[in-house]
C-alpha cells in the first residue's frame, strides 16, 4: 500500500503533461502560414490557367512570362491590390504591373534559390545561423530599393481571403504595391528613353535591351575620350608650370581626377539618361562605388607621396650611389616603406569602405561570398604571392639590409639597387641593364652589400703568374701603378695606400695565385678602380717579363687551363 500511492501520483502527473502536450501541439499545428486578407483582387476577372501562384517560384514565373507576353492584366493578378479600391482594380493592375517590371528589370538580380518550389515556401537549406531554416515561410524579401527617405522592400507574401476554399496564393504584398509608383519615379525609364522607338527597347540577348547593347559600347568611348583629354590637359598644365612641387602635383592628381571624372559620367548617364536594367545594373552600382572610393584613396596616396618626397626625399639631382649619400640612401628607403605601408592602408580601408556600401555581393545573388571568412578565405588564396612579396618589401624596407642606392653582389652579378617597389625590386647593372627581381625571392637570396656598413673598402685583384715569377717585382710594380692613379682622375676614390698589399694565396701545376688588395673609399665607384689597376699592373708584368730571362706568366693551353 506504502508503494502503490507514490506510483499513483506519478502516473497522474504524467498524464497531465500528455494532456497540456497534447492541447499545445494541435495549437500549433493549427496555426496558418499565410496572411489572412478579407479579399484578394475583386475587381479583377478570375485569373486564367496560366496563373500559378501556388508557390514563391511559380508565382514569380507567371508574372515574369505575362511581362514578356505583355499581358499585363495577366501580370496584375501576382499583386495584391487590396488597398486599390475594387472598381479601380482593372485599370489600376495592369498599369501597376508594368511599372513593376519595369523597376525589377534594372534593379533586381533574381536569386531563384530563395523562391524555392514549395507552397509553405519553406527553406530546407539553412543552418542554426539561420533563423527561417526549416520553417514555413509568409513572406520572402526579394530586394530592398534605395527611396527618399526610406528603403522600399519587395516582397513576396503568401494570403488567403477569409473564409475560402482553397490554396493560398503567393503575391507581391499590399506594402510593395503602394510603393510601385514612387519606385517608378525614381528607378524606371529615364525621358530619354521613354522617347527612344519601340524597336532598341525591345529585348535583345541575355536580359538586355537593344538600346544597352548600343548604349554600354558608346559610353566606353566617351569614357575613354574623357579620360585622354584630361590627361593630355594635365601634362600640358605640368609642363608649362615653372616651379617643380606644382607640377608634381598636377601629376599627382591627374589619375584621381580621370577616375573620378569616368565614374561621375558612367553615374550620370546612369541617373539622368538611361536607367541601365538589373544585368548590367548589379555590376554597375558597386563599379560606380569602386570609382569613387577609389579616387579619393588615390588622390590621398598620390598627394601625401609627393609632398613627402618634396619635404623630405633626396631630391632628383641626387646620385644615390656616391658614398656622401649614405644618410640620403636611408631616407630614400625608409620613405619607400612609408609609401607601401601608406598604400596597404588605403587599399584595406577602400575594400571595407565598398564591401559596406557597394552591396556587391547581395546584388548578385552570391550570398555564400557574403560571409567575411569565405572572403577572407578566396582573397587570402588568391593573393597570398601578391601579399607575400609586400611583406617581404616591408622587411627590407624596416631593417634597411638593401637601400636605394647601396651597391650589391646579387647572384655574381654587381647591381645597384635602383628602386624597392611592392612586389619587386629593379637592380641597375654594370652595364645599365636592369635585374628585376621578386622580393620574396631577393630576401631568401644571400648577396653582398658594399655600402651597408662603412664606405671604404679592399678590392682583390687576383691573377695567375708563373712559379717563376718575381712577387718582389710585380709588389713594387703594384705599388707604382696605385700611386700613379691616385695622381688621375681616380686619385679621390683611392684610400690610404698603407692598405695596399701583395700576397701569394695559392698555387698549383699552372704557377701561383697573386692578389693585390687594392683600398678604395667608395664601394660604388670600386669596380672602375679594380679595373683601371688591373689593366695598368698587367702592362707593368708584360714590361717586367720582356726585360727579364723568366717567364712571368704561366705557359699553358687553353684546355689544360679548362
Avoid at 161 to 169: L, Q, V
Avoid at 456 to 472: G, H, N, S, W, Y
Avoid at 497 to 526: I, K, R, Y
Amino acid at each position: 500500500m506504502g508503494r502503490t500511492f507514490p506510483n499513483r501520483i506519478a502516473l497522474l502527473l504524467l498524464l497531465g503533461v500528455l494532456t497540456l502536450l497534447s492541447l499545445v501541439g494541435p495549437a500549433r499545428a493549427q496555426e496558418d502560414p499565410w496572411f489572412e486578407i478579407d479579399a484578394l483582387n475583386e475587381g479583377l476577372p478570375a485569373p486564367g490557367p496560366d496563373v500559378d501562384r501556388r508557390t514563391p517560384r511559380s508565382a514569380m514565373q507567371s508574372f515574369l512570362e505575362a511581362a514578356e507576353a505583355r499581358d499585363w492584366d495577366r501580370a496584375a493578378h501576382v499583386l495584391d491590390l487590396g488597398d486599390i479600391p475594387v472598381a479601380e482594380q482593372r485599370r489600376e493592375g495592369p498599369l501597376l504591373a508594368a511599372e513593376l517590371h519595369s523597376v525589377l528589370a534594372r534593379n533586381v538580380a533574381l536569386d531563384w534559390t530563395a523562391l524555392n518550389d514549395r507552397p509553405d515556401g519553406l527553406q530546407i537549406i539553412g543552418g542554426s545561423t539561420q533563423a527561417q531554416a526549416g520553417e514555413p515561410r509568409r513572406s520572402i524579401l526579394l530586394r530592398d530599393i534605395d527611396l527618399d527617405p526610406v528603403p522600399a522592400a519587395v516582397r513576396l507574401s503568401r494570403v488567403k481571403p477569409a473564409g475560402e476554399e482553397g490554396e493560398a496564393a503567393w503575391v507581391f504584398d499590399r506594402a510593395t504595391v503602394a510603393d510601385i509608383p514612387a519606385l517608378h519615379a525614381a528607378h524606371g525609364p529615364s525621358l530619354f528613353e521613354s522617347s527612344l522607338p519601340d524597336g532598341l527597347r525591345d529585348e535583345a540577348f541575355w536580359n538586355l535591351m537593344w538600346w544597352e547593347v548600343l548604349g554600354v559600347p558608346l559610353l566606353l568611348v566617351a569614357a575613354l575620350a574623357l579620360a585622354i583629354g584630361l590627361r593630355r590637359l594635365f601634362d600640358l598644365l605640368a609642363r608649362r608650370t615653372d616651379r617643380a612641387l606644382t607640377g608634381n602635383i598636377l601629376l599627382s592628381l591627374r589619375a584621381p581626377v580621370i577616375v573620378a571624372a569616368i565614374t561621375g559620367l558612367v553615374a550620370r548617364v546612369n541617373a539622368d539618361l538611361f536607367v541601365f536594367s538589373g544585368t548590367i545594373d548589379v555590376f554597375l552600382d558597386p563599379l560606380i562605388a569602386i570609382g569613387y572610393v577609389s579616387a579619393v584613396l588615390l588622390l590621398i596616396v598620390n598627394l601625401i607621396e609627393t609632398l613627402l618626397d618634396h619635404v623630405i626625399g633626396p631630391g632628383p639631382d641626387t646620385d644615390l650611389t656616391h658614398a656622401p649619400n649614405a644618410r640620403s640612401r636611408s631616407i630614400a628607403t625608409k620613405l619607400n616603406a612609408a609609401k607601401r605601408i601608406l598604400l596597404v592602408l588605403v587599399v584595406v580601408i577602400g575594400t571595407a569602405v565598398v564591401l559596406s556600401t557597394a552591396d556587391v555581393f547581395r546584388g548578385i545573388g552570391l550570398s555564400l561570398l557574403a560571409s567575411a571568412g569565405a572572403l577572407t578565405l578566396i582573397l587570402g588564396f588568391a593573393a597570398r604571392d601578391v601579399l607575400g612579396n609586400v611583406m617581404a618589401s616591408l622587411q627590407i624596407a624596416m631593417n634597411q639590409s638593401a637601400r636605394v642606392g647601396d651597391r650589391i653582389v646579387y647572384k655574381d652579378e654587381l647591381c645597384h639597387v635602383e628602386r624597392i617597389n611592392m612586389t619587386f625590386i629593379q637592380l641597375k647593372n654594370w652595364d645599365n641593364t636592369r635585374v628585376v627581381v621578386p622580393v620574396k625571392e631577393f630576401a631568401a637570396e644571400r648577396f653582398s652589400n658594399w655600402t651597408l656598413e662603412e664606405a671604404p673598402m679592399i678590392r682583390i685583384l687576383k691573377l695567375k703568374f708563373a712559379p717563376t715569377a718575381d712577387v718582389e717585382r710585380l709588389r713594387a710594380a703594384f705599388m707604382e701603378v696605385l700611386e700613379e692613379v691616385s695622381q688621375s682622375e681616380l686619385g679621390s676614390e683611392l684610400d690610404d695606400l698603407d692598405g695596399a698589399s701583395v700576397s701569394v694565396a695559392e698555387q698549383d701545376v699552372f704557377g701561383m695565385d697573386v692578389w693585390f688588395f687594392t683600398p678604395c673609399t667608395d664601394p660604388n665607384t670600386s669596380w672602375e678602380v679594380a679595373c683601371t689597376v688591373r689593366e695598368k699592373l698587367l702592362a707593368r708584368a708584360v714590361e717586367i717579363e720582356k726585360q727579364g730571362e723568366l717567364p712571368v706568366f704561366p705557359d699553358a693551353v687553353a684546355g689544360q687551363a679548362a
